[in-house]
């Protein structure tokens, strides 16, 4: 998802920086993927799911914002901001449209769609008017790459960032060059860009309305939502160009120039224990964190494995005994704060080996000028997103200070705590009611603490906002079990780089796809190396300069064009298969496509690392290429 290490990347930038850079005015922001790196996250149940916490995988993620945020701080330079609004009406489902039908009828009938359709952009350039950047934000999830996928991948926003960046850094490859284009999470908790909605694997019929579940079959898993495209490339190519599209077209037609001062505002909150005043007789409170029944169901983008379906309100004998048993019985008080979701994981009161949830989470608000970034620790559902928008700019403009306020969203923002529903949803317990893990009353209290926050900045009191309880920062007991890459062994005769499956002599330019098989290292092994850097790239397609007689990089492993492939074998031998996909813009010429690793072995009584790298054979890429 997102980098929780927010703690680690702001300790660096105090080292460089000073108090430039703060917790108040620094937000980090997940573009959102399923398909990236984990293992480093500090709670228990996330560090679950990714064999631990693995600094071999934290550290160039912190060591990669930093040094992004070091880029930007030395090319800082005057300049001008523009903002453009518009609407992409064919890119996403609301996947629990159940859920968002309980939501009143006279508060559903305020819009259009069941999902948010607009793409809002902010247009950067230097004093000249020449481009230097954008950020655009729109609500809709990056699962268009399915739970099939093995290879790290942005998805169809990191998709849409490419194809803008390409336009923009022409000859330039994937994150170099001067313009930046951020494509950003906004409120997507129930937005799917699967477009041809969710149908039963084994039948082919569209699966149930309210449990997503299939007659035949019956686990949550045989109930997916897929398409626009022929498979998941397909899809995330599709849905990826459209947000591209739509962000150049407002991009390019940005005229409304964003004017006045910078605020921010920032508190930590204590999520489990906020009190809520919902009239004039009345207040809630939110709950320590749990889990529903429904959460093991997953969603029509990824269902569970297991016998749990989406829409459950009622506990499941089997499993809430194998809780008890292994886990632990959730407590009456959290039963009843989180009723009705019938409660599969009480994380809130599991605290071994570290908690397995947060409690202490950030809510955060930037403005500057008209324009305000409401940092949401979290994945909020559509007419969550818009009360939340609402509700602050109803404070900003309330003193007069502020007006024609565009509010966005920057959902998955410094640390994660799942979905955020409204109280409605809540009560149908899809997939994200159950994941809203501070219980029915969670929005209600992130709407008056944002809401606090807002009149903070309209009166211009935000020195005197409490700083709220700070997080644990936990530098003991991060536990992994991710075993140590092993010593690396080639087949006989052969050498670690070596091309097993050499490329034929011309391909055609259109469609074809040249494909290498080598013999490869353990890929863990470019973290652990401590060589792992930024620019670094275990593929590059290379095409031959005559006039220089040089070799010049076209794509690296972040192009969309390379796919590379690393199988764990037998005997401690691994290989890797690499393809490229020619792109219609690739020039007839001579190429060849090398890969890069590190391997270890054993020398004397140690263990070294050291570098590899092979090449393919020379190839053509022709403009026309008949065979007989």
Not at 538 to 544: A, D, K, L, P, W
Request: aromatic residues 10%; glycine residues 8%; hydrophobic residues 35%.
């Amino acid at each position: 998802f997102h980098i929780e290490k927010h703690t680690e990347v702001l300790q660096a930038l105090q080292m460089k920086y000073g108090d430039l850079y703060r917790q108040d005015n620094v937000v980090l922001s997940g573009t959102h993927t399923h398909c990236g790196l984990g293992g480093y996250f500090q709670y228990t149940l996330f560090m679950m799911t990714s064999k631990g916490y693995i600094k071999e995988s934290t550290q160039p993620l912190v060591n990669g914002i930093v040094k992004s945020i070091d880029i930007a701080h030395r090319n800082m330079k005057p300049g001008r901001i523009f903002r453009n609004r518009g609407d992409l009406d064919d890119s996403s489902l609301n996947r629990s449209p159940h859920s968002y039908l309980n939501n009143p009828e006279d508060e559903r009938h305020r819009y259009k769609w069941n999902t948010d359709k607009q793409v809002v952009v902010l247009k950067f350039t230097d004093l000249d008017g020449d481009g230097i950047g954008m950020i655009s934000w729109f609500a809709v999830h990056a699962v268009s790459m399915n739970y099939t996928n093995r290879m790290v991948s942005s998805d169809n926003m990191g998709y849409a960032s490419c194809l803008l960046e390409q336009d923009k850094n022409p000859g330039e490859l994937p994150g170099q060059g001067g313009f930046v284009a951020g494509f950003s999470s906004s409120n997507l908790g129930d937005v799917t860009p699967n477009t041809k909605g969710p149908h039963c694997a084994n039948t082919g019929l569209p699966c149930d309305y309210l449990n997503s579940s299939c007659p035949v079959g019956g686990v949550s898993v045989m109930c997916q939502a897929y398409g626009p495209g022929d498979d998941m490339f397909d899809s995330t190519r599709i849905i990826g160009h459209k947000i591209y599209s739509k962000a150049k077209e407002l991009y390019a037609n940005a005229v409304e120039e964003v004017t006045g001062f910078l605020h921010s505002a920032h508190q930590w909150v204590n999520m489990t224990d906020v009190t809520v005043q919902i009239n004039a007789t009345h207040t809630v409170s939110t709950c320590k964190p749990a889990l529903g029944h429904s959460f093991a169901a997953g969603t029509i983008d990824g269902g569970g494995d297991l016998n749990f379906t989406q829409g459950a309100v009622e506990g499941d004998p089997f499993w809430d005994g194998i809780r008890d048993l292994v886990l632990g019985k959730p407590s009456n008080q959290t039963q009843e704060c989180h009723h009705p979701k019938p409660i599969l994981l009480s994380t809130g009161e599991m605290n071994w080996p570290l908690p397995w949830h947060p409690q202490i989470v950030d809510v955060q608000i930037i403005t500057i000028g008209s324009v305000a970034v409401v940092a949401v620790p979290g994945e909020m559902t559509t007419m969550s997103g818009r009360r939340l928008r609402e509700a602050v700019q109803q404070e900003l403009e309330s003193e007069g200070t502020f007006r024609d306020t565009e509010v966005v969203i920057a959902g998955l923002s410094n640390v994660y705590t799942h979905y955020i529903t409204t109280y409605e949803e809540y009560q149908v317990q899809r997939y994200e009611g159950a994941s809203t893990i501070y219980g029915p009353h969670t929005l209600s209290a992130y709407l008056q603490k944002f809401r606090g926050l807002a009149k903070a900045i309209a009166q211009d009191r935000v020195s005197e906002l409490p700083l709220g309880p700070q997080p644990p920062f936990f530098k003991e007991h991060l536990l992994s079990w991710m075993l140590p890459a092993p010593v690396d062994k080639t087949p006989q005769n052969t050498s670690f780089g070596d091309v097993l499956e050499q490329v034929y002599p011309v391909y055609r330019q259109v469609g074809h796809i040249v494909t290498i098989w080598s013999v490869s290292a353990h890929t863990a092994l470019w973290g652990s190396s401590g060589l792992s850097t930024q620019d670094k790239t275990f593929v590059t397609v290379e095409i031959y300069d005559n006039r220089t007689e040089t070799w010049e990089i076209v794509h690296t492993d972040a192009s969309w064009e390379t796919r590379f492939h690393w199988l764990k074998g037998s005997n401690q031998q691994s290989n890797a298969t690499i393809e490229w996909h020619i792109p219609s813009s690739a020039p007839s010429g001579s190429y060849r496509i090398r890969h890069f690793g590190h391997y270890k072995q054993w020398k004397g009584l140690q263990q070294v690392i050291t570098a590899y790298e092979g090449a393919s054979e020379v190839f053509r890429v022709a403009s026309s290429f008949y065979s007989h």
